[in-house]
Nanobody, 121 residues
């Protein structure tokens, strides 16, 4: 089943770490989007199906790492040094028909239910 299922959000303090997980069968282009209150979903990180390319939004470069475990059909987003501006609902998204990275929400076909990340000061 392609439908992704996220887990791993929570309430942390500034500087803490979280690891978000996204389980989805198959090996496809997968992205993590963040939606802050009152804002559109923004791509935070993405990884292609071969794991040959990855994308990071500028504000998370050096702090977030996207990776894939093909044995468990799971994609992870390791969030280190979390900041208050990282707060939001994180959605995992899948596109089954692309061999290169995609950067906008409309490019993805399947979406998880989202997991909340809150960073306190």
């Amino acid at each position: 089943q392609v439908q992704p299922v996220e887990s791993g959000g929570g309430l942390v303090q500034t500087g803490d770490s979280l690891r978000l997980s996204c389980a989805a069968s198959g090996r496809y282009l997968m992205g993590w989007f963040r939606q802050a209150p009152g804002k559109d979903r923004q791509l935070v990180a993405a990884i292609d199906w071969k794991e040959s390319s990855a994308y990071y939004e500028d504000s998370v470069k050096g702090r977030f790492t996207i990776s894939r475990d093909t044995r468990n059909n799971t994609v992870y987003l390791q969030n280190d040094s979390l900041q208050p501006e990282d707060k939001g609902v994180y959605f995992c998204a899948v596109r089954t028909t692309a061999y290169t990275l995609r950067y906008t929400a409309r490019d993805y076909q399947y979406w998880g239910q989202g997991t909340q990340v809150t960073v306190s000061t």
